[in-house]
């Protein structure tokens, strides 16, 4: 009985050692990855995302806190640009870590691209396809006191990018928000919105998800961002796509197209990290809810 129970406490142990001497690497990786921000970080966002081209990573999950969380105040702002939705929490921010971070990285704000009909709008594509809406939801490195100062740094914002593709069935929370346009028409005003948890706007992704280093110029700086490609789309139907298009400037016309140009890949590496087996397109369908989240979502909206 005493060799059985040492063979199965060596066993548990080697296996122990196993996983740790593994997730070591895989932080390496990810350690790794941010280095590349030096010799790649100055290349222009946005790109095509194409599985063919995309290089294997494996790092461990990415870790969502506080998704959950019922925010203070959500807050919808027409900037003249972009629809921005900004969130105070009383407490507990979400933030992301795992995965490519070295560090947290708390949530900042969101905003949308989209242009003058449905074949145009998204500022990357996926495999060469444009898409109506993009969403980009923004994180900063939490050792930086706002997301401003994280933009100063090399090392200090992520973006999380979702495609919305068109359907026929109603998303009940972009309904929500498209409802609210009329109230922020005109640039530079605002409107309180429902307080929402993120987990019912962005979709949560642990693994299979692209990777890219990729910079925002403007005139006078270069904010060097890493971004994260989500594959499952969100559902948007038509009707909802043409209340974006309400939202008027400066100049008092339609923002009709605040969407960057594709830019060449060039020498930088696109990563797809710890793939699924699901490898025959870029992007994955439409995801159906289940019951449970879709009742969650109800009562949240309801109240």
């Known amino acids: 009985m005493g060799i059985s129970i040492s063979f199965f406490l060596t066993q548990s142990d080697t296996q122990r050692r196993s996983t740790r001497n593994k997730n070591e690497n895989i932080d390496d990786k990810a350690q790794w990855f941010q280095t590349l921000v030096d010799k790649q970080g100055h290349l222009e966002s946005p790109i095509d995302i194409c599985l063919s081209v995309a290089k294997p990573l494996d790092l461990i999950p990415i870790y969502w806190h506080y998704l959950d969380v019922i925010p203070k105040k959500v807050k919808l702002t027409n900037t003249g640009r972009t629809l921005l939705m900004s969130i105070n929490y009383f407490n507990d921010r979400p933030y992301?870590?795992?995965?490519?971070?070295?560090?947290?990285?708390?949530?900042?704000?969101?905003?949308?691209?989209?242009?003058?009909?449905?074949?145009?709008?998204?500022?990357?594509?996926?495999?060469?396809?444009?898409?109506?809406?993009?969403?980009?939801?923004?994180?900063?490195?939490?050792?930086?006191?706002?997301?401003?100062?994280?933009?100063?740094?090399?090392?200090?914002?992520?973006?999380?990018?979702?495609?919305?593709?068109?359907?026929?069935?109603?998303?009940?929370?972009?309904?929500?928000?498209?409802?609210?346009?009329?109230?922020?028409?005109?640039?530079?005003?605002?409107?309180?919105?429902?307080?929402?948890?993120l987990q019912f706007i962005l979709k949560k992704f642990e693994r299979d998800y692209f990777l890219y280093w990729g910079a925002v110029k403007t005139t006078t700086i270069i904010h060097r961002i890493f971004w994260l490609i989500c594959r499952e789309p969100i559902g948007i139907t038509r009707e909802q796509m043409e209340r974006f298009r309400i939202l008027l400037d400066e100049d008092e016309k339609p923002i009709l197209c605040n969407y960057r140009q594709i830019q060449e890949r060039g020498k930088r590496h696109l990563f797809h990290v710890s793939s699924s087996t699901v490898k025959y397109a870029t992007l994955l369908p439409i995801t159906q809810e289940d019951e449970e989240f879709r009742m969650q979502r109800e009562i949240i909206i309801a109240c």
């Open 96 to 197: 992301l870590c795992g995965g490519p971070f070295c560090g947290d990285f708390e949530f900042s704000q969101l905003h949308f691209h989209w242009g003058s009909n449905d074949m145009e709008g998204s500022e990357h594509s996926a495999d060469g396809v444009i898409y109506p809406l993009e969403m980009h939801v923004f994180y900063f490195r939490s050792i930086y006191a706002t997301h401003e100062d994280a933009l100063r740094e090399k090392d200090g914002v992520t973006a999380l990018v979702y495609f919305f593709k068109l359907q026929e069935e109603t998303n009940p929370i972009i309904q929500l928000l498209v409802e609210a346009i009329p109230l922020i028409q005109n640039a530079h005003t605002s409107t309180r919105f429902k307080n929402i948890p």
